[in-house]
């Protein structure tokens, strides 16, 4: 993903208020793994986004569930739904399918 579609998922996450899900990201330079955050304006775009590999959104209920997948199918994003929420992709494999939300 490029920077105007790291910036449209933040604002869409920030713009949830009371049902902003956490979110955490899995670096591709140092394969790192950050904690769970739930600040999307400033925390979500520290260090830039050139560096990540996925964003995993957690979402805790149903009505949280559907606001977060209504935002990231307005954004047209390339995901997938995972045990927690959802994962965004920045990066995949050469050859691997993506779908999109």
Excluded: C
């Excluded at 933040?10 to 208020?17: D, E, I, K, S, V």
């Excluded at 140092?30 to 996925?54: A, M, Q, V």
């Amino acid at each position: 993903m490029n920077n105007t579609k790291w910036d449209e998922l933040r604002l869409a996450m920030y713009n949830l208020t009371d049902l902003s899900p956490m979110w955490r990201t899995l670096d591709t330079e140092k394969d790192y793994l950050s904690p769970w955050d739930g600040e999307w304006f400033y925390h979500f775009r520290n260090g830039g986004y050139e560096f990540i590999k996925w964003v995993e959104i957690e979402v805790l209920t149903a009505q949280q569930e559907q606001a977060v997948l209504a935002q990231l199918k307005k954004i047209h994003v390339p995901g997938e739904r995972t045990e927690n929420g959802f994962r965004v992709f920045g990066y995949v494999e050469t050859g691997t399918e993506v779908n999109y939300l």
